[in-house]
């Protein structure tokens, strides 16, 4: 069964080569990489500003937003909520703290 956030990675897929005068997807994508990932990043500000100042309703509006750019910014990289869903599916059951310390040191 398709929820909405299946529904928007199919929405984002199909209007990311529309007309960018008609589509903010298509806007966006052909604004480019750098282009999306600042708009991933501005809406997790405006999450974490939200959050601090406990509203609620702006919380999940902001949330909404960054689950939008963030879905466009897996497009345009070939990637889906299907990969990060995996990502998810590997680390569950470990401790947030034991999968951190498994990453390679940079």
């Not at 879905?71 to 990502?87: C, H, P």
Request: without cysteine; proline residues 2%; hydrophobic residues 40%.
């Amino acid at each position: 069964m398709r929820d909405s956030l299946d529904r928007l990675e199919q929405t984002i897929k199909d209007r990311r080569t529309a007309d960018p005068g008609s589509s903010y997807v298509a806007k966006l994508t052909a604004r480019g990489r750098a282009k999306i990932a600042q708009k991933v990043g501005e809406e997790a500000v405006e999450l974490v500003i939200a959050a601090i100042a406990d509203d609620k309703a702006e919380a999940v509006k902001e949330g909404a937003d960054l689950l939008f750019h963030l879905t466009v910014l897996l497009a345009d990289m070939g990637l889906s909520l299907d990969d990060i869903r995996a990502e998810l599916d590997r680390r569950e059951g470990v401790s947030g703290l034991a999968e951190k310390a498994s990453r390679p040191k940079e």
